[in-house]
């Protein structure tokens, strides 16, 4: 999942318990959250058409 985010830039990866990025986190989110929104939007309507995933079926599960 992190790889994900990090890729369509639709949100923040932070290690857990780490109090002060937390905070830093919630700090950039209340400047700057619109873009995350839109960013994941965007990867989505991307990378996720029904032709890339069928394709990424077929790989998986088809043999040749």
């Not at 932070?14 to 839109?38: E, F, H, W």
């Not at 965007?42 to 990378?47: A, E, G, I, T």
Request: charged share 30%.
């Amino acid at each position: 999942c992190h790889r994900l985010v990090e890729e369509s830039r639709s949100g923040l990866v932070i290690k857990p318990c780490d109090v002060g990025a937390i905070k830093r986190s919630i700090l950039m989110l209340t400047k700057d959250s619109d873009n995350y929104g839109q960013n994941g939007y965007n990867f989505v309507k991307k990378n996720c058409t029904w032709d890339k995933v069928s394709s990424i079926y077929k790989k998986t599960y088809v043999k040749n």
